[in-house]
């Protein structure tokens, strides 16, 4: 039997082997051998739940309680199990009782409020992180790594000047480090002065050359500003980052330069909306090389047979067949010499299933409608993908439902473009007139896509949706936070990679108010254009 891991297969036999050793250790008073099988463990396979669980167990034991936490986030994000959200409050309520402890005994242990903050990180309050960290470096403790987790609060918090402001004192007490140079960087980039912020990340690599997380943020930078040859050269570095690196294809052939006459092997990478967005490039590449074998999560194989009949499509699960050569989908646009938006291509490039269509206007067609004349349909998606417990809710891209209340109330019939959402959600949405929640029928992405052929319009943040109805030329209203990615630009109500989407901005951050507001203005506008249209 073997475990799949985002870097390899890794026997459990071996990762069992180490949590046994683990245990003898621990019986034995072997503290530090016993944390160090279990770090091999997790380094063997990442994703293990139990190993990463039975580290947070003696990580906490040992009074390491922020690292115990970080082991059982690491597994709340990616699953809900009772028995861990469970630990985790457990050993949460440990750590502040013993640092209330601490701090009982001397309130000025400057130590100890550094350790609180970063259980409080943990349990993603950064509010009391921060007020925490700030309390410790005014009792002393004026260490980088103090100033730069307070920083990196600050901007986490969408606090981007006060914390450029904070890396610059940092650097103005002398620890002229790459790291700190690296995070002035991402809080410039968030305030979109790109710019300043591709200085900072020279001055980055500048202290540490092989600085691969550097590199790419500079890549990211410059691609948000349309600078197409050097962004997709300097996009090649993501290879080289911690996060990156393990999820690469292991294949002992070369990648792919361009040249014909090749069994070519195309890799999906990253998320769904990446591989919706770079499969635009797959017909290129059959046009130059021989056969073209698209290897991809199964949830879009439907959708990707619609490129073109001449791929062969595989699943992410199987082996990787023979080849001659293999490409990541998004170093595509390096190796096609994409230079200017216009060679993007902003056409229809996927398509939905006629009979499928049919099938969902029948079910569409079934629900009351609010008056006489048919109500446009308007697809609704107001959050991403929710996994586990802890960051379910993304703040910085996921709308909260009730932010979109002044929806409800427009002559339109909406219709649920996402399957999973909280307890909460579904009482707002039983009190929506009009809205019709999709419990079945939507397990790929070519189901979401004949659904979408029956709309009139979608409605959607930033997730897979939107780049599945940009694919397929769907009209689109794109909602973004105000420090988007780097493939939406900075400013604009349109994109170069999809002609049927347009944007709306938050112009402060945090402030959806305003975008929902101005969504239902143009809503309204359009209808009474289309009414005044003979």
Known sequence: MAIATHSAQADVDTIVGLMCQSIEHTHSKRSQDALAC?????????????????????????????????????????????????????????????????????????????????????????????????????????????????????????????????YEHLLDL??????????????????????????????????????????????HCLLARGEHAEGWRMYEWRWQTAQLAPTRLASA????????????LLWAEQGLGDAIQFARFIPRVVERAGRVVVRAPAVLHGLLSTLDPRITILSDAEPPPPHDSHCPLMSLPLVLGITRDEQLSDQPYVSADAARGQAWQAQLGAWPQPQPHRAPRIGLCWAGRKAGAARAYNPTRDIPLAALAPLAALDAQ?????????????????????????????????DTAALMSQLDLIITVDTAVAHLAGALGKPCWLLLRRSSEWRWRQTGTTTPWYASIRIFRQQTEGNWNDVV??????????WRQQIKEP
């Not at 009391?128 to 307070?150: I, K, S």
């Not at 052939?253 to 070519?264: E, F, I, K, L, N």
């Not at 909406?414 to 007139?433: H, K, M, N, R, V």
């Not at 507001?517 to 359009?526: F, N, P, R, Y």
């Open 38 to 166: 279990l770090d091999e463990g997790v380094r063997l396979a990442p994703a293990f739940f139990p190993c990463r669980v039975a580290r947070a167990r003696l990580l906490a034991d040992m009074q390491r309680y922020d690292d115990a936490l970080a082991d059982l986030n690491y597994v709340r994000r990616l699953v809900h199990l009772p028995d861990v959200e469970a630990g985790f409050t457990v050993i949460f309520d440990a750590a502040m009782a013993s640092i209330s402890a601490r701090l009982s005994a001397d309130g000025q242990d400057a130590a100890a409020y550094v350790q609180r903050a970063k259980v409080h990180e943990q349990a993603l309050d950064s509010a009391a992180a921060l007020a925490d960290y700030e309390r410790a470096l005014r009792l002393g403790a004026n260490d980088g790594a103090t100033h730069m987790a307070r920083a990196n609060i600050l901007c986490e918090s969408g606090r981007h000047a006060d914390a450029v402001a904070a």
């Open 174 to 219: 002398g620890r002229d480090n790459a790291l700190a140079w690296y995070n002035r960087g991402n809080a410039l980039q968030k305030l979109g002065r790109l710019g300043d912020a591709i200085d900072s990340y020279r001055r980055a690599v500048a202290i540490v050359p092989e600085f691969a997380e550097a590199w790419l943020e500079i890549a």
């Open 253 to 264: 052939q070369p990648q792919w330069s361009g040249q014909p006459g090749h069994t070519v």
């Open 414 to 446: 909406f219709i649920c473009l996402q399957q999973t959402y909280s307890g909460t959600e579904d009482e707002l949405l039983a009190a929506w007139p009009n809205f019709a929640a999709i419990r079945q029928g939507l397990e790929t992405l070519a």
């Open 517 to 526: 507001h101005k969504v239902a203005g143009s809503l309204i506008e359009l």
